[in-house]
């Protein structure tokens, strides 16, 4: 006789705990994650259905594979994997677990997900993080992120954290290390948002600014001692 596990029936999707990259298309005009193990690769959205990942034709999360979404239980279980040293610079993600689901020990493996809040970490100089930024690497058509504070900028690629949630859509939360919730806004509307977020955007904004007069500064210098020499 072959034992079946129960089945569970929620009244309401069970949460769940995972670490992920932020990514950024090449246009700047879609945010999202990819995971840190398997399906690393395939980037998903706040709003996203799992896939078998080696092709097979059924559908996941499958008690024979290793296909689905997969995430934890315990919040401290997901912050301690941002200890290790190839994680450093992800985020952690609170999710709602939808669809069909496996529960083990420490999480579940199932079909779909919201990703409900992105908490960013600390820039690698130990400040606040007001951005994500171009990490140097990434994927075809798209920008992996790293979190950044308006100094540590210097030119590259990057984004707000509330420009991020507003790209992402869906409802995403993006939160600082802080805990200060940056919600989804706009660009260059105040409507919304409030003193933290406004600094953000202004730090940011302002970290840009002094890296362009940084620039026309050297152009100025080269300019003036290009004359003939004797």
Not at 34 to 40: A, D
Not at 45 to 68: K, M, Q, T
């Amino acid at each position: 006789m072959r034992l079946r596990l129960p089945e569970e029936r929620p009244t309401e999707p069970p949460t769940g705990y995972k670490i992920a990259h932020p990514v950024l298309s090449q246009d700047g005009a879609r945010a999202g994650f990819t995971g840190v193990s398997l399906g690393g690769a395939l980037p998903y959205g706040v709003l996203a259905e799992a896939s078998c990942v080696y092709g097979l034709r059924h559908r996941a999360p499958h008690r024979r594979c290793d296909c689905g979404f997969h995430c934890v239980h315990d919040r401290t279980v997901a912050e301690g994997l941002l200890c290790t040293a190839e994680h450093r610079t992800a985020v952690l993600l609170e999710v709602s677990v939808l669809g069909r689901y496996l529960r083990f020990e420490r999480g579940f493996r199932y079909a779909r997900q919201r990703v409900r809040t992105a908490t960013v970490g600390p820039c690698v100089c130990g400040t606040v993080a007001s951005a994500l930024a171009d990490a140097g690497l990434g994927h075809p058509g798209r920008w992996a992120l790293v979190p950044s504070c308006a100094g540590c900028l210097r030119g590259r690629t990057s984004v707000s954290l509330a420009a991020f949630a507003r790209l992402a859509g869906d409802g995403l939360r993006v939160v600082a290390g802080t805990g200060t919730p940056l919600p989804t806004a706009g660009l260059g509307t105040a409507e919304g948002l409030g003193v933290p977020e406004l600094a953000a955007e202004a730090a940011l904004l302002q970290a840009r600014l002094d890296w362009f007069q940084t620039q026309l500064a050297r152009l100025g210098e080269r300019g003036s001692g290009a004359g003939p020499q004797q």
